[in-house]
C-alpha cells in the first residue's frame, strides 16, 4: 500500500511540474526589402554598406514571452546583374552588430553564385542573436568582396532576412 502511495505521489508532483513549464514556441519572422546602398568609386576589396533594424518582438510575438533561442535561418542578396557579376564580385559576408553587442559574422558566401540574380549566403546556425533582436535596434553590415576597382559604378544590394525565433511564455 505503501509503495501505490508513494507511486502516486510522484505522478502527483510529476504533473504538477510538468503543467509548471512552458512549451517553447517557435516564430520566423522575415525582414525583406533591406537596402545596402554603395556609392562610387567602389575599391578591390571588401565594401561595407550599413542598415539598421528595429524588430518590436512585442507586435511579432505578443506580451508576456522570454526569448531563449534566435537564428538567422536565411539571408539572400538581390543583385543587378547589369553590374555585379561573377567577373567582379568574389564574395559576401553579413555581419550583425548593435550599441550593446559586438559586431560578428552571421553568413557568407564565397565563391559568388555567377548565374544568378539572387544570392543565397550560408548562414551561421550556431549564433544565438537574441541579444541584438532584443535591443532597440541592431545594424546589418554587409561586405561585397569585388575584385576590381570602379570609379564610375554606385550599387544598390537589396537582402530578405529570416530570423527563427524560439521562446516560452512567462
Do not use: W
Request: aromatic content about 8%; hydrophobic content about 35%.
Amino acid at each position: 500500500m505503501k509503495t501505490i502511495h508513494r507511486y502516486s505521489l510522484l505522478f502527483l508532483y510529476l504533473a504538477v511540474l510538468m503543467s509548471c513549464s512552458s512549451k517553447t514556441e517557435i516564430k520566423t519572422i522575415t525582414v525583406s526589402n533591406i537596402n545596402f546602398e554603395f556609392e562610387s568609386p567602389i575599391y578591390a576589396g571588401p565594401n561595407s554598406a550599413t542598415a539598421e533594424l528595429s524588430i518590436d518582438l512585442s507586435k511579432e510575438i505578443g506580451e508576456g514571452f522570454e526569448i531563449k533561442d534566435v537564428k538567422l535561418k536565411n539571408a539572400s542578396i538581390v543583385t543587378d546583374s547589369t553590374t555585379v557579376t561573377a567577373d567582379n564580385l568574389q564574395s559576401i559576408t553579413l555581419q550583425i552588430g548593435s550599441s550593446n553587442q559586438p559586431l560578428i559574422s552571421v553568413a557568407v558566401l564565397n565563391p559568388t553564385t555567377s548565374t544568378s540574380l539572387i544570392q543565397q549566403l550560408n548562414t551561421s546556425n550556431d549564433k544565438n542573436l537574441a541579444s541584438y533582436l532584443l535591443d532597440k535596434s541592431f545594424y546589418l553590415v554587409l561586405d561585397p568582396d569585388f575584385i576590381n576597382d570602379s570609379e564610375e559604378m554606385s550599387l544598390r544590394l537589396e537582402g530578405t532576412f529570416e530570423f527563427e525565433i524560439h521562446y516560452t511564455n512567462k
